[in-house]
């Protein structure tokens, strides 16, 4: 193993050291980003239904296209079609 190999190594630990104070800050700003997220996509899916049956289409159907309409704000879902 090169010399410059195991100083990498020997500073991963001291990297993680570094970081670990921020991860708190890092998760109330993650919670609060996905909070906000999904209020607005739930705010957004309340307008788009009621936009739905203002301009004649049926209950069900405007359910139905709404549900369609909120999977594209599911996070994970995001996520996986990221990868």
Do not use: C, W
């Amino acid at each position: 193993m090169s010399t410059a190999h195991a100083h990498h190594h020997e500073d991963i630990p001291k990297i993680v050291a570094y970081f670990i104070p921020f991860i708190p800050t890092i998760l109330v700003k993650l919670s609060v980003f996905y909070l906000r997220f999904k209020g607005m996509a739930r705010k957004s899916g309340i307008v788009f239904k009621k936009e739905l049956l203002r301009n004649g289409i049926d209950e069900d159907t405007a359910e139905r296209f709404t549900r369609e309409y909120m999977k594209s704000s599911h996070v994970l879902r995001m996520m996986r079609h990221q990868s």
